[in-house]
């Protein structure tokens, strides 16, 4: 299936910040998506160059708007890069090619009597570059621009808008997946069901020069918005071109909130007077918020999208966006939270999951991929988890739900991670017996990794790359193909990579090894904690505390922690304790073990995790050992 995805052209009067850069990581990565399910895709991004505060930036800037524009457009095009974006084409409405395809088109309305001249008083927003109406308005002012609109009364020229307003309401009806998500077609709707205006399409020379001449009265140039829309008929040839017969049926466009109204107005409307069929979806997101406000260059709180990528990463930056963002809402953005993405999905659960697998099979299997034996139930389960996981991560891509196509395959890496600690391949190893158990567990841990890789592709392209290069994988990632069970082939050879995603402190300092003990004071939860303590307690007090043996069933680290780990333990009934010793324990040593616990304690959440208990453990100059008891009990046995 053909594909033609787009994002806004953005303006110029401004350098690219994390909003522009979010919009378009979002059509890349739905590019990708759909150039893996086996799709033919053109993307196209661009800038934005005339209109009155192109010209305003350029005179700040003390340089004249061709000069400016040049510089900033470049910008934009050298952005993208940085963050893995590759448009297959980059469309500037300076370009001569669409200054012609503007005025034909322009032309074409006009002489079938659906622009004519009139006068127009209104309230104008310099910001949006349009009329806005009353309704619009929150406490008198722009609620994008937080600036009074100025009443302006004009000559000018008008597209009859208003004659295809039935039209459009039809159409938006009979498709219901033009706008999507439903909210803002909702929105649409609820716009239409007022009279519409005519839309105001030019501006006199008098006024602004900086644009594109109306073809019928060169007194004019045109209005912005009727400039920039025709962007996405220009970019693939319009009216002649292949791609253009290709390509325009099937285009999609993404944008946010801010710029619905024309693109879910005007723009349709203005495509049934060229003659044209709409285009075939508009994806609208929310805004990226710095605390309450949006995200914009007018308000002075932008984040450099290049200044991210040099801290974190062009992955890390991808996956965040889109792991935080749910499409069509509001989302705030923060360091702190993009740190802890950094930490704990990236470093701790895939990361992890990754170098462990392969250092193992590096380890106990010569480096080779092993040939799976009888699968038991624990190995099916896993099986169908990442299976389920491959048609989750369809269905949720296919509906712009990236945040949720990605928590379905980070579900799959979290059980990958248990699948480790349950079946213990070091323990495996060291009995020969053991070994087609031990190469099965391998086999199931690497094609659930190579299943993994596929799915990230589209959000992490570099990442991808550095699995398939460690598993061995030789062809270009193929969702048709390659989402099947079992397409890893025994004896090939996997190599050792390098740790996927480094570990960031809070400081944002880059670390290479995992934390050392002494990076940060330890805060045991051992009674201990508090050795200045001389107050000597009674007996009866003592009997109060309830100590009983509870064994460690499963074990496992926890997001945004290093120092804690989440443990589940029978002592005798079933309880979730979560103990401060990950900087001395990894969770595979625990398992098994019998601890002294103090069972009364009240539940106490820690990262978000009820703890039901405390776990004693002995601190020695700077080392932690866990109590033990010295012959298996039964577990709950009380300790007095
Ligand atoms: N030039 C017009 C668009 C013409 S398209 C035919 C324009 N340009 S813009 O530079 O203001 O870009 C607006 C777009 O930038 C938004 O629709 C969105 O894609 C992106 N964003 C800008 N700020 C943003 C946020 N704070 N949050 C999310 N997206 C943001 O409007």
């Not at 930036?57 to 003390?62: F, L, T």
């Not at 697998?357 to 139930?377: H, I």
């Not at 989402?483 to 960031?504: H, K, N, Y």
Request: with cysteine.
């Amino acid at each position: 299936m053909d594909t033609y995805i787009t994002t806004p052209i953005f303006y110029v009067n401004a350098q690219p910040h994390l909003g522009h850069a979010f919009t378009t990581i979002v059509a890349d990565t739905y590019c990708r998506y759909r150039r893996l399910c086996g799709d033919e895709v053109m993307f196209q991004t661009g800038t934005d160059e005339h209109g009155e505060k192109i010209v305003q930036a350029a005179q700040g800037a003390g340089v004249s708007p061709r000069e400016y524009v040049d510089r900033i457009s470049l910008m934009f095009r050298e952005t993208w890069p940085l963050l893995a974006i590759k448009p297959d084409n980059f469309i500037r409405t300076t370009d001569p090619v669409h200054i012609k395809t503007v005025q034909d088109i322009l032309q074409k309305v006009y002489n079938q009597g659906d622009i004519y001249f009139s006068e127009y008083s209104g309230l104008y927003c310099r910001g949006c570059e349009r009329f806005l109406t009353e309704k619009e308005l929150v406490d008198g002012k722009c609620p994008d621009h937080q600036v009074a609109p100025e009443p302006i009364t004009e000559q000018n020229y008008f597209f009859r808008m208003s004659k295809y307003q039935q039209w459009l309401i039809d159409h938006i009806n009979n498709h219901p997946e033009f706008i999507t998500p439903e909210r803002y077609r909702n929105e649409v709707l609820s716009f239409l069901k007022e009279p519409l205006e005519d839309l105001c399409i030019s501006r006199p020379t008098s006024r602004l020069t900086w644009g594109i001449p109306l073809p019928f009265d060169d007194r004019f140039v045109t209005y912005v918005w009727f400039d920039a829309l025709i962007n996405y008929l220009t970019g693939i040839g319009y009216p002649g071109g292949e791609n253009f017969s290709r390509y325009w049926a099937v285009a999609e466009h993404i944008i946010a909130k801010d710029i619905l109204k024309p693109h879910a107005i005007y723009w349709p409307t203005m495509l049934c007077s060229i003659g044209l069929v709409p285009y075939k979806k508009l994806h609208v997101h929310g805004y990226w918020n710095i605390g309450e406000t949006k995200m914009s260059k007018s308000l002075g709180n932008v984040v450099r999208p290049a200044e991210m990528v040099e801290a974190y990463g062009a992955d890390t930056v991808r996956y965040f966006l889109l792991r935080e963002m749910s499409f069509g809402l509001d989302s705030g953005y923060s360091a702190d939270a993009l740190l802890i993405r950094q930490n704990s999905d990236l470093a701790n659960d895939l990361g992890n999951l990754f170098s462990r697998s392969l250092t193992m099979v590096a380890k106990f299997a010569g480096s080779r991929v092993p040939a799976a034996g009888t699968p038991t139930e624990i190995d099916r389960e896993l099986r169908d988890a990442a299976m389920t996981m491959i048609d989750t991560y369809r269905r949720e891509m296919d509906h712009f739900a990236f945040n949720r196509a990605l928590a379905a395959v980070w579900e799959v890496i979290s059980r990958a991670n248990k699948y480790i600690v349950e079946n213990a391949p070091w323990d495996l190893a060291k009995d020969a017996d053991k070994r087609e158990r031990l190469d099965t567990v391998f086999y199931y841990l690497l094609e659930t990794l190579r299943l993994i890789s596929l799915t990230i592709e589209p959000v992490m392209p570099a990442t991808a790359v550095k699995m398939r290069q460690a598993l061995g994988l030789g062809h270009e990632p193929d969702l048709t193909t390659q989402a099947t069970w079992g397409l890893l082939a025994p004896q090939s050879v996997i190599t050792l990579p390098e740790a996927l995603f480094p570990r960031l402190d809070t400081g944002k300092k880059k670390k290479t090894g995992p934390a050392q003990a002494g990076d940060k004071p330890l805060k045991t939860m051992t009674p201990t904690e508090n050795p200045e303590d001389e107050n000597l307690i009674s007996f009866d007090e003592f009997k109060k505390i309830d100590l009983r043996v509870a064994e460690i069933v499963a074990a496992e680290k926890i997001k945004k922690s290093d120092r804690l780990l989440k443990l589940t333990v029978m002592a005798p009934e079933e309880r979730t304790i979560v103990a401060g010793i990950a900087e001395f324990y990894e969770p595979e040593q625990v398992v098994g073990k019998q601890v002294i616990i103090v069972a009364n304690l009240k539940p106490t959440k820690l990262m978000g995790i009820a703890s039901h208990g405390m776990v004693l453990a002995i601190k020695d100059k700077g080392s932690l050992s866990l109590s033990a008891v010295s012959s298996q009990v039964t577990p709950g046995s009380k300790v007095s």
